[in-house]
């Protein structure tokens, strides 16, 4: 028996050709770099003990292995068998197999026949889709089983599209196909509840589905039954197009507000208990449902119009966004920030369509805005979309309502009509001159797309100069230089202005009415903040409502004897000298006091 010492010697002799027998035979295994490494970790272990220490220098150079990159047609394959897309393409010829068959008249000589077909194709096929998902969970190959599991969520309410079309050939079968249907998906679904322990569809979830269920299977049966009372094609009234309507308008909307009782809590990280299972089973139900409506729509001879899009798109914007802070935890505000301006433009569906959907969504919208500014002070983005939903409600008013203001309205000029107010209302809430410059400008250019008469200029302006001059009595003139010039400019302006329209035109009540509106805001300014300054404002506007007294004075003069002119002067210059030397007496005691104060 060999001692130690020379067990250790034969090892070292033969420790370069044991290195390379293990390597030749690692590459004839496995050419990847992780068998390579265990390799050498075997070789570490069982070898160590035995093989002297080297210095790097001192290693044997034997070729080792080295990881090789694959080839792109390599990476392929690996993704494409990763995400295994031929469970997709299975479903997808499937339904392309059954729309050929309904319209291949030598396959089935009736459609009755077409009709049965077809839906056994599908119950048949839903089955193997469950069958193989549980098959697969037992063995613990969850990403296939839960995108089967998807894929039977998915075509679930697929068959009660089918029997809308046996609807138009007997209406027992509507019952027959419809119950069978439902209690079919009933059993799939307890089955893989049931084999499958670890799916994340806890109990909430799966009545949230069987209301789901219950309302795919009744519609069908409604809409054939009310099917017999229609008249005509595309009705506008009558019960059947009443409940189309109900179902869109009421019905999806009220499906919508589910989601937010989806339970979002997760069993684990991966599948199949992870949190978004139960919210990607939902979204397959309620799409399944809104394509059912529509295939119902389109058998009975309904049209889709954007309208009835608008309150389940608005519902379904809301309820994300109550639920915005478990979607993104980490970031709710941003996405609640985008989802507000989404909520203000999805009412726009309805525009020119139905102004009842219009102003009800808007309506709402404001409310829920006032809502998001009570709770959160200083959201100055709920504030402007309060105000825009405001302004946009004008444009549902009836068109009876507006033309009594402007001479021509339709929803164009209603719609310009709100956003003018709420353009007025933002540059109100400002102080700075420049707010009430770009006001101003709005408000007259609305004035004159409005009035179309030959007085739309001079409206124009005196709408300019009435909202500037109100809006000069919240400035601070310390703080913006030149604003003080800019009011005199336009109080010069505008006497200028009423002078020469009140002699070559005939402005009647507005420049009065104008001049009212200022020298009212200034008396209100005054009375309630105790501030009376900018004299110059009362003093304009009495100027102003002057000018149809001094124009009729000044057309009476011209035709005046001269004596009597000359007696009116003479009454003049007495005035003016007498404030002349009030004023001299005035001045003269103030220079006397302030010579004896200096002196003392």
Known sequence: MRKPRENASFYEANADGLAYAWNFFSQLHDSEQVTANLSEDIMNEAFGPFLPEQTPTAQPSVPLLTEQPNAPATNCAKRLLACNPFYLASAALLLFGIYRISIDPSFLSEESAHLFFNFSAL?????????????LAGRRIWYDSILLVGLENLLVLVPFILVSQAGLIQEAWVWVLCLGGACI????????????????????????????????????????????????????????????????????????????????????????????????????????????????GYVYDFALRPELLAPALWTLCWVVFLRASEFWP???????????????????????????????????????????????????????????????????????????????????????????????????????????????????????????????????????????????LRWEDKQHPGAGLLRGLVCVAWVVHAFLWTHFGHPEYVPYLVASLVLGGFIMRGVLQRIWQNLLLPTTSLLVMLAGPGDFTATKIQTAPVGLLAVLGSFLLLLAGTAAALLRNRRTHSVESQQELSDA
């Open 330 to 472: 980490s970031m709710a505000i941003r996405p609640q920030r985008v989802l507000c301006v989404v909520a203000f433009t999805i009412p726009m569906l309805a525009w020119k369509h139905s102004m009842t959907v219009l102003l009800t969504l808007v309506a709402l919208n404001g409310l829920a805005y006032g809502m998001i500014l009570w709770r959160r002070q200083g959201e100055r983005l709920a504030l402007h979309l309060l105000l825009l939903s405001l302004a946009v409600a004008l444009t549902s008013l009836p068109p009876t309502w507006m033309v009594t203001v402007f001479t021509h309205a339709d929803p164009q000029s209603s719609l310009g009509t709100g956003f003018v107010f709420y353009g007025l209302f933002v540059a109100l809430l400002s102080r700075h001159p420049k707010a009430g410059l770009l006001g101003g400008f709005v408000l007259g250019v609305a004035l004159s797309a409005a009035t179309n008469n030959a007085d739309s200029m001079n409206l124009a302006f005196e709408g300019v100069v009435a909202f500037l001059l109100l809006h000069s």
């Open 185 to 296: 998906a009933l059993a799939r679904f307890a089955s893989l509840q049931h084999f499958i322990r670890r799916l994340n569809a806890p109990f909430r979830l799966g009545g949230i589905g069987l209301v789901m269920l219950v309302v795919n299977t009744a519609l069908p049966i409604a809409y054939r039954i009310l099917h017999q009372s229609k008249v005509g094609t595309r009705p506008d009234w009558g019960a059947a197009y009443y409940l189309n309507e109900f179902a869109w308008l009421l019905l999806l909307p009220m499906l919508c507000v589910l989601l937010g009782y989806v339970p979002f809590a997760a069993k684990g990280e991966k599948l199949p208990g992870h949190k978004a299972v139960p919210l990607g089973l939902f979204t397959l139900w309620l799409l399944g449902t809104a394509v059912h409506l529509y295939s119902l």
């Open 123 to 135: 119950q048949v096929y839903e089955l193997l889709l469950v069958s193989t998902a549980i098959f």
